[in-house]
């Protein structure tokens, strides 16, 4: 039975960092067993301090994309042309799966993981802001996104590319930092006009609204 102290005790917060450590150093796949004993928490003892496996992922995933977040967010916090918004954007989280690359594709694995339940689910990093300028520009222009049936399906095949590419690039170094993210940016970006164009907004006259 989880131990009913406020979420932030020493304990609790102890897990989440040896998480946090165990998946930067060992990857994605890391046991209980390894973290309990990096944060000096008694195998027994786990159990008592948090529910499951899966709670404690779910809090290193929110974590992790706060982390991620704070990486992105200045790319989309002043008004841009759409090409140099998705460009920023996509170089700082090559950046950031640089840094962090088990992280990354911790992150990347749970949003997959919870794709099924619907393609909103699992979109707060790069997408969810980009996405959320994306709809402020609309809404001023009179646009509306959900008139575009194909639209879920178009911002979950952003996800997947990205997600894929960085993946991808982190495993096997096969282009250069720089070539990666002008490669994502340069597909994303292509993407969007075409969502765009079927609103009826050229992609000329389309600006992201800085507000995040």
Known sequence: MTETRPRGTTRRAALVAAAVSCIEELGPGVGMAQIAERAG??????????ASKDELDAEVGRLAADMFVEKVRPAVAQ???LR???HDAVAASVEWAAEHPNLYRFLAARQH???????????GRFLEMLVASSSEYLRRT???VAAVPTADGVFAGIMGLIDASIIWWLDHQDETQQQVVER????VTLIQQDLLAQLGISADDYSVLGRL
């Open 113 to 123: 993981a919870r794709a099924a339940t619907g393609p909103r689910q699992g979109r």
């Open 79 to 81: 008004p841009a042309t």
């Open 142 to 144: 009179g646009g509306d």
């Open 84 to 86: 140099d918004t998705v």
């Open 41 to 50: 928490v008694p195998r027994p003892h786990v159990y008592r301090v948090i």
């Open 184 to 187: 994502v940016a340069r597909q």
